[in-house]
């Protein structure tokens, strides 16, 4: 009868187990889905920011500065407040996808945006799109990849 009893308690010990097992791993799952959600909801909230930085003139001060032409401080402004913006969301991506959260071809597609502003800082460094008194603003991850992707070491 002990035995009995005992067999009894252990196997529904183990059901119980496995069952709260199974919650967990369902809850793991849910709290990705809402995770990749979330991300995508930032990068979209991100991304229309950064394009009405771009419909409040960074675009034109942009193509100034790729003509030669010169820019006022105020146009500096600008370009500065898209930069900062646009570095932001690159590296709220960088950190997605060290995170393993960002889809791999969303952050290829990124990188090339990266690689222009890598470019700009190589041929405008008057106008650095990641200003190095600013560096601390950023994650520490951030700044060596942006610096070590731009050959700026």
């Not at 496995?18 to 889905?33: A, D, F, M």
């Not at 995508?40 to 991304?47: L, N």
């Not at 889809?103 to 990641?130: H, M, T």
Request: aromatic letters at 8%; glycine letters at 4%.
């Amino acid at each position: 009868m002990k035995i009995a009893f005992a067999s009894t308690i252990s196997i529904i010990s183990n059901i119980v187990l496995i069952v709260s097992v199974i919650v967990l791993i369902l809850e793991i799952r849910q709290n990705q889905t809402n995770m990749l959600a979330q991300s995508s909801y930032e990068r979209t909230r991100m991304a229309i920011t950064n394009e009405e930085a771009n419909i409040k003139g960074a675009s034109e001060v942009t193509n100034k500065l790729r003509e030669g032409e010169e820019i006022s401080a105020d146009e500096l402004e600008i370009l500065k407040l898209r930069d900062s913006q646009m570095m932001r969301y690159f590296e709220n991506l960088h950190y997605l996808n060290g995170s393993d959260v960002l889809d791999k071809e969303i952050w290829e597609a990124n990188v090339r945006g990266i690689e222009s502003f890598c470019s700009r800082q190589k041929n405008y460094p008057d106008c650095p799109a990641l200003a190095t008194n600013e560096e601390f603003k950023y994650r520490t991850s951030y700044v060596e990849f942006f610096e070590t992707s731009c050959g700026l070491e």
